[in-house]
């Protein structure tokens, strides 16, 4: 007994259908994370700072295992370049920066002992704004939280008193230098 034969409308239909469905999954699994839609709990948003990647740089530093770069927007490189805070006087309204940390690895093309970023840990945000601030002396706080296998961000803190808690609690160490741990170098 034969089969009936098909118009060939109904198979590509299918085959449509199911290229789509494909094509959806792929998209979802490949699509990339809008980090600028991200907020801490004490609302500083990841938005806030766009841009901070052609932001100037103002020193590195290194721990046990990571390395951080710490970048300055316009208006934070204009006061180091006018001696603030070593000159007594207190960042203005509107100075940010940006630290961006990695893991650290030995450099396996340099022929002398180099360590440089391998995974990115984090990007932590700083950001002068009294009215907004009050309470951790104007400087609003937010640290994103990366996970190289999703390649995802996600927020630091549980609620808005992480910023009070945890960053402006460590960072009173350095009150006389307006809450700022990073000086300038020479270059």
Known sequence: MRRPRSNGKSRRVIWMAALSGC???????????????????????????????????????????????????PAMIEAYKEGIPGNGKSFPEGVAIAKIEWAKAPNPASPYSVEVPKTLRSISFIEKNSKRFPETSGWGYAKFLYDPATRTFKAYGTDSSFGRKVCYECHTAVAARDYIFTSYPDR
């Open 23 to 73: 094509a959806l999954v792929a998209g979802t699994a490949i699509a990339e994370q809008d980090r600028f839609a991200l907020t801490a709990p004490n609302g500083l948003a990841f938005s806030e700072f766009r841009g901070y990647e052609q932001w100037q740089d103002v020193a590195v530093s290194t721990t046990g295992t990571g390395v951080k770069v710490i970048l300055g927007n």
